[in-house]
């Protein structure tokens, strides 16, 4: 069998070192410049002639910086004769770019993923990506993980006996059922209209949450005004407890600043680490869980040819 190597580029090196003590596999070194002209270089430090690479880049703020790096870093392994080129992507910011719902404009998620295909990516590794049709953009194999059993993990040492699954709006509600029913629990949504990138308005509650426990799930929170509208609803209508969850917490502009203002009507918010958390964005009430176990058991699933849809027996 071929070697594994593992690469990260400079947007969340943590993270793919975490990956690499799970495999019990050194990440391999990479040395990033920048020309006087300020293009970027990219020089991969460890031989990959013939192996299977895997490059962990998830696409953060400075996201273009992130995705020119990425796509040279794959073009590097290429270069190099790897035998095959896996791109870990665990938050792929371009996917809220899905669609073309204004007059000359770009869908860019589908850019993006022809860019990835045409710089080397053989392979696409990602996580709960925004739309799911996004996944159909990609033209090389591409495995969508999801964190739903990652969180459920978390909340099963809770009294869940008087709590409900709550979706900020009818979109994310498939993926809210499943969550519930890896808990065992109802669900209700919110009636949700956008009226801006940073503003939403929740008109209704579909479903009971009066007197319970609610755990609001989404993919992403990015400046949490749809979050926090929904907080408030599901306040009002008399919810006992409330926790938030949501895979990628990128707590964008004002996100941090509203949760805090929001004090003691959010007992709880959970994240996982697809992207770093800087120390100013943590809150005391916040806690990251890790996905990386489950990224490194879909690499090695991946390079020992084995089925990457066993990560999701339990009911997902």
Do not use: W
Not at 85 to 106: E, F, L, N
Not at 213 to 218: E, K, N, S, T
């Amino acid at each position: 069998m071929r070697d594994i190597t593992i690469f990260s580029g400079s947007a969340h090196p943590e993270l793919a070192a975490e990956i690499c003590q799970h495999l019990s596999t050194p990440l391999a070194p990479v040395n990033v410049t920048r020309f006087s002209n300020d293009c970027l270089q990219v020089q991969l430090q460890s031989n990959c002639r013939e192996e299977d690479v895997f490059i962990v880049q998830p696409l953060t703020p400075p996201v273009q910086e992130h995705v020119m790096e990425l796509l040279l870093m794959l073009d590097a392994a290429r270069g190099a004769s790897a035998a095959r080129i896996t791109a870990v992507i665990p938050h792929y910011a371009y996917a809220r770019s899905d669609k073309k719902d204004a007059p000359r404009i770009s869908i860019g998620g589908r850019l993006v993923a022809d860019l990835l295909s045409t710089a080397g990516a053989d392979r696409v590794l990602t996580m709960a990506l925004h739309a799911p049709q996004v996944h159909g953009f990609f033209s090389v194999p591409t495995d969508h993980l999801n964190a739903l059993n990652v969180i459920a993990d978390h909340f099963r040492s809770y009294d869940l006996s008087n709590a409900v699954v709550v979706s900020p709006d009818l979109g994310n509600a498939k993926q809210a059922t499943k969550f519930a029913h890896l808990l065992g629990l109802p669900v209700a949504a919110g009636s949700k209209r956008r009226m801006a990138d940073d503003k939403v308005k929740v008109d209704m509650i579909v479903g009971d949450v009066k007197g319970k426990d609610a755990i609001v799930l989404d993919d992403e929170i990015a400046t949490g005004g749809s979050m926090i509208e929904i907080v408030e609803k599901i306040a009002e209508a008399g919810a006992r407890r409330i926790s938030i969850a949501c895979t990628h917490g990128l707590f964008s502009g004002p996100a941090i600043d509203r949760f805090r203002a929001a004090g003691d009507r959010i007992d709880e918010i959970i994240t996982t680490n697809t992207v770093p958390l800087t120390p100013e964005k943590m809150l005391p009430n916040m806690t990251v869980l890790s996905i990386a176990p489950l990224l490194a058991s879909a690499i090695h699933n991946i390079h020992c040819g084995e089925s990457v849809s066993q990560l999701f027996v339990h009911g997902v």
